[in-house]
């Protein structure tokens, strides 16, 4: 079995986690909105459904997928180790964007 990060590492399966990360959707839906071939995601919803990324549910004709959060929660709690090394950077960003176009006063407070 593929690693967590090498299932997510696949572009076509990082864009169906996006679309699914918005709302629940079928093969059809995913088919249109990436503008794949009905086996290429077919092939990557079994790859993320084994891995424990997506569930499915039958709707009538048609077969429904959503995401499910747990595998994205473990991938969160071992980058939580690197933030500290991105945060600082970020936060510094954030204060230079500042100084350069600061934010709007709001009426009624004093400085």
């Known amino acids: 079995m593929e690693s967590t990060f090498a299932i997510i590492a696949e572009p076509n399966r990082r864009a169906i986690l996006t679309l699914l990360a918005d709302a629940e959707r079928s093969v059809g839906d995913i088919e249109e909105q990436l503008n794949l071939s009905q086996p290429s995601v077919s092939k990557h919803l079994r790859v993320l459904r084994e891995a424990g990324f997506v569930e499915s549910r039958v709707e009538a004709q048609r077969r429904v997928y959503r995401i499910r959060p747990e595998p994205l929660m473990e991938i969160d709690a071992w980058l939580a180790q690197f933030r500290r090394y991105w945060s600082a950077h970020v936060d510094a960003l ?16 004093k400085r």
């Open 94 to 109: 954030e204060r230079h964007l500042d100084q350069i176009h600061p934010p709007p006063r709001r009426k009624g407070k």
